[in-house]
């Protein structure tokens, strides 16, 4: 039912740093900072041949992302998103195997503009993860 990891998304302490690491040290193609409302994000989106890496920072002081980092101040990967191709048939089979995906369990516009779910951790091994309809 997966098909491509998509991105894996890494919060970061310090947004400016992080993207001047992957750029100048790891050599990669770092987008522009682009500020997320809706999601309580701030996000760098790294282009690598075969996927995608998202830096997250929070935005405002709801952010799913200020817990996390108050358990990782040193930052760590955040979630890992999978693509489908069809986001409700994919939700309903997960529902039916006892997942729990997070939230109303509708899909949301992710940062893509594509439609997105969160399944719960502790249902996939302590990652959190994204599907992303594509
Ligand atoms: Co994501």
Same mark, same amino acid.
């Given at each position: 039912m997966i $098909?491509r990891l998509n991105h #894996?998304?890494?919060a #970061?302490p %310090?947004l &400016? +740093?992080?993207s001047?690491?992957?750029? %100048?040290?790891l @050599?990669? !193609? #770092?987008g522009?900072?682009q500020?997320?409302?809706?999601h309580g994000v701030t996000?760098?989106?790294i282009e690598?041949?075969?996927? =995608?890496?998202e830096?997250l920072?929070?935005? @405002?002081?709801?952010s799913?992302?200020? *817990?996390f980092?108050e =358990?990782?101040?040193? @930052?760590g990967?955040?979630h890992?998103?999978?693509e489908v &191709? %069809?986001?409700?048939?994919?939700? %309903?089979?997960?529902?039916s195997t *006892? +997942?729990?995906v997070? *939230?109303? @369990?509708?899909p !949301?516009?992710? +940062?893509? $503009?594509k439609?997105?779910l969160f399944?719960?951790? =502790?249902?996939f091994n302590g990652?959190?993860?994204?599907?992303?309809? #594509?």
């Amino acid at each position: 039912m997966i $098909g491509r990891l998509n991105h #894996v998304a890494i919060a #970061v302490p %310090d947004l &400016d +740093a992080a993207s001047a690491q992957y750029r %100048d040290a790891l @050599g990669a !193609k #770092v987008g522009a900072p682009q500020h997320e409302p809706d999601h309580g994000v701030t996000v760098v989106f790294i282009e690598l041949p075969n996927t =995608k890496i998202e830096l997250l920072y929070p935005l @405002g002081e709801n952010s799913p992302i200020n *817990g996390f980092l108050e =358990k990782n101040p040193a @930052g760590g990967i955040h979630h890992i998103c999978y693509e489908v &191709d %069809d986001i409700i048939a994919a939700r %309903d089979h997960l529902t039916s195997t *006892g +997942a729990r995906v997070l *939230g109303s @369990g509708e899909p !949301k516009i992710g +940062a893509h $503009g594509k439609p997105v779910l969160f399944l719960h951790p =502790k249902d996939f091994n302590g990652c959190l993860v994204e599907l992303e309809q #594509v």
